[in-house]
């Protein structure tokens, strides 16, 4: 069941607009990609494919923690995963654009 998830979502990957129509890629280019190699197991593709999708994931899981829980670091640790989040997926744009 989980293989026929994955091949779904492959066969479902959706292209990007804004790399379609002005023809260069967006900060978020790589992350379907990227997340479809993690979940295939492959932890180095992914890295290697959007950098920032290991530290959005984990931002995205902190937070919905803290909700239920209200951590007393919750807000700080958000706060610092949200910041490396963004610093690498400028790091990856502006890299990709120099390549």
């Known amino acids: 069941m989980w293989q026929q998830f994955i091949n779904w979502i492959s066969k479902n990957n959706s ?13 978020g280019c790589g992350f379907q990609s ?4 993690l979940l295939k197991g492959n932890l180095i593709e ?3 494919l959007y ?3 290991l530290p959005i994931l984990a931002t995205l899981s902190l937070l919905l ?3 239920n829980f209200k951590l ?3 807000t700080k640790g958000i706060k610092i995963l949200f910041t ?3 610093i690498l997926i400028l790091f990856n744009y502006f890299h990709k654009l120099s390549i």
């Open 15 to 27: 292209t990007c607009p804004f790399q379609e129509h002005i023809g260069i890629s967006c900060p």
């Open 34 to 37: 990227s997340l479809i190699a």
């Open 46 to 48: 992914s890295i290697k």
């Open 51 to 53: 950098p920032a999708l």
């Open 65 to 67: 923690v803290h909700i």
């Open 72 to 74: 007393s670091w919750g």
């Open 84 to 86: 490396l989040s963004v």
